[in-house]
T-cell receptor, first 111, second 115 residues
Framework: QQQVKQSPQSLIVQKGGISIINCAYE??????FPWYQQFPGKGPALLIA?????SEKKEGRFTISFNKSAKQFSLHIMDSQPGDSATYFC??????????FGAGTTVTVRA | DAGVIQSPRHEVTEMGQEVTLRCKPI?????LFWYRQTMMRGLELLIY????????DSGMPEDRFSAKMPNASFSTLKIQPSEPRDSAVYFC?????????????FGQGTRLTVV
């Protein structure tokens, strides 16, 4: 059973648009919420991460919004570029234990 | 650092054969993970090692799968006998436990095809 539920499965956005990916979790003990980006033929790589003591974290065009009471977090990609076309995974972690990954969202940015 | 190194990158084998996948974690990392990725099931954690000791192998699908970590710089995932449904991309990842939650670094993966 997946501990982190991710949606949508895929999305298409025009260049310059905003991509939004949502994740929800059940385990309130999770204390670390990373997003990974994966290009075809490559392993996932950390994109941005947040801890539950903050509600938002921004790095360049990528922003995580975190709602602790709703047990939800989301990734916003602003000014989406064709190079952002990839699969994005949300994940959650408790302490130094294993990462639980969402099912992944394939983002396609049309030029 | 060269990152997490996996070998082979691609493996094609016949059903019933033994397959061994190899992983060299990043030097100094003391946590190692084996994941399997398929279209149907996404990224599944198979097994997790801490300081070379298996901590959680609940994701290992069945007894045909086994994993070892004889030292801090090497791990193997073995499938014996292999079956077509084992076809997937297998990733190894490593992480340092120091400093609380830290980034898990993934290798390039091994694409396994069992025919």
């Amino acid at each position: 059973q997946q501990q982190v539920k991710q949606s949508p499965q895929s999305l298409i956005v025009q260049k310059g648009g905003i991509s939004i990916i949502n994740c929800a979790y059940e385990n309130t003990a999770f204390d670390y919420f990373p997003w990974y980006q994966q290009f075809p033929g490559k392993g996932p790589a950390l994109l941005i991460a947040i801890r539950p003591d903050v509600s938002e974290k921004k790095e360049g065009r990528f922003t995580i919004s975190f709602n602790k009471s709703a047990k939800q977090f989301s990734l916003h990609i602003m000014d989406s570029q064709p190079g952002d076309s990839a699969t994005y995974f949300c994940a959650a972690n408790k302490g130094d234990y294993k990462l639980s990954f969402g099912a992944g969202t394939t983002v396609t940015v049309r030029a | 650092d060269a990152g997490v190194i996996q070998s082979p990158r691609h493996e094609v084998t016949e059903m019933g054969q033994e397959v061994t996948l190899r992983c060299k974690p990043i030097s100094g990392h003391n946590s190692l993970f084996w994941y399997r990725q398929t279209m149907m099931r996404g990224l599944e954690l198979l097994i997790y090692f801490n300081n070379n000791v298996p901590i959680d192998d609940s994701g290992m699908p069945e007894d045909r799968f086994s994993a070892k970590m004889p030292n801090a710089s090497f791990s193997t995932l073995k499938i014996q006998p292999s079956e077509p449904r084992d076809s997937a991309v297998y990733f190894c990842a490593s992480r340092s436990r120091t400093g609380g939650n830290t980034e898990a670094f993934f290798g390039q993966g091994t694409r396994l095809t069992v025919v």
